[in-house]
């Protein structure tokens, strides 16, 4: 079930965190994978070892906020990875600050790679899709996109958006064969949720009925499920993986 033997998956954001954890998932499941990153460094380590145990992977050097590279970088993909059947939007940034103190800056960053590089490299890659009748679109959103978080406003601006674009490019695709859905992760186990104050994380806690964080992989089992032949009727919808936070 939920098996991904012979399709190729783009996933950015691939160096660690939940995009790490999301590759990993989807190579297990069969699937050829191009990493797509800042870091190469990273993205290469990775790729070595999903190859040392039979997954095809290719590092892809990437930045969300350069726009006006994302096309030629992709163009440049390998061709036994160039037709991608599933694009996993996921790489993000933050810079949280409450919003009479948030400089432009600060919200034009967050909307540029989180937002606007999701829309570039997704209408690039919808070309092939469209053409092969196939695909598999799956945007990272957040439970702060529906709910909001103080100091978060470009953040939550941000995923909320994916929300909204995700839902239109749905209603344009489906009939094409090709589906496009949101995960909703609550509060993460990440390195950045790990390096917060104590008594921060018990106020986390404290908001979830499941009583833990989340973790990549309860993500990326979401995620998995989406890019699958199973989910092929599943499509504009908001998958919430939070424990309970949200309902």
Same mark, same amino acid.
């Given at each position: 079930?939920?098996?991904?033997?012979?399709? +190729?998956?783009?996933?950015?954001?691939?160096?660690?965190?939940?995009?790490?954890?999301? #590759?990993?998932?989807?190579?297990?499941?069969?699937?050829?994978? &191009?990493?797509?990153?800042?870091?190469?460094?990273?993205?290469?380590?990775?790729?070595?070892?999903?190859?040392?145990?039979?997954?095809?992977?290719?590092?892809?050097?990437?930045?969300?906020?350069?726009?006006?590279?994302?096309?030629?970088?992709?163009?440049?993909?390998?061709?036994?990875?160039?037709?991608?059947?599933?694009?996993?939007?996921? #790489?993000?940034?933050?810079?949280?600050?409450?919003?009479?103190?948030?400089?432009?800056?600060?919200?034009?960053?967050?909307?540029? +790679?989180?937002? +606007?590089?999701?829309? &570039?490299?997704?209408?690039?890659?919808?070309?092939?899709? $469209?053409?092969?009748?196939?695909?598999?679109?799956?945007?990272?959103?957040?439970?702060?996109?529906?709910?909001?978080?103080?100091?978060?406003?470009?953040?939550?601006? #941000? !995923?909320?958006?994916?929300?909204?674009?995700?839902?239109?490019?749905? !209603?344009?695709?489906?009939?094409?064969?090709?589906?496009?859905?949101?995960?909703?992760?609550?509060?993460?186990?990440?390195? $950045? +949720?790990?390096?917060?104050?104590?008594?921060?994380?018990?106020? $986390?806690?404290?908001?979830?009925?499941?009583?833990?964080?989340?973790?990549?992989?309860?993500?990326?089992?979401?995620?998995?499920?989406?890019?699958?032949?199973?989910?092929?009727? &599943?499509?504009?919808?908001?998958?919430?993986?939070?424990?309970? $936070?949200?309902?």
């Amino acid at each position: 079930m939920f098996r991904l033997d012979g399709r +190729t998956a783009l996933v950015t954001g691939a160096s660690q965190g939940i995009g790490e954890a999301v #590759a990993r998932r989807l190579a297990a499941q069969g699937a050829r994978l &191009v990493l797509a990153a800042r870091n190469v460094a990273k993205l290469e380590a990775l790729a070595a070892e999903l190859g040392a145990s039979g997954t095809a992977a290719a590092p892809l050097a990437l930045d969300l906020a350069a726009t006006a590279e994302i096309a030629e970088r992709l163009k440049a993909l390998p061709a036994e990875f160039a037709d991608i059947d599933i694009l996993v939007n996921n #790489a993000g940034i933050t810079a949280d600050n409450l919003l009479l103190r948030m400089s432009l800056e600060q919200w034009s960053s967050v909307l540029a +790679t989180n937002l +606007t590089g999701a829309f &570039v490299v997704t209408k690039e890659l919808l070309r092939g899709m $469209m053409k092969r009748r196939y695909g598999r679109v799956v945007t990272i959103s957040s439970v702060v996109g529906v709910m909001g978080n103080a100091g978060q406003a470009n953040y939550a601006a #941000a !995923k909320a958006g994916l929300i909204g674009f995700t839902k239109s490019v749905a !209603k344009e695709l489906a009939s094409r064969g090709i589906t496009a859905n949101v995960v909703a992760p609550g509060f993460v186990e990440t390195a $950045m +949720t790990a390096g917060l104050p104590e008594a921060t994380r018990r106020r $986390m806690f404290e908001d979830i009925p499941a009583g833990r964080l989340g973790s990549g992989d309860d993500v990326a089992a979401a995620v998995c499920y989406l890019a699958s032949e199973e989910a092929g009727y &599943v499509t504009g919808q908001v998958l919430h993986v939070n424990g309970g $936070m949200y309902v």
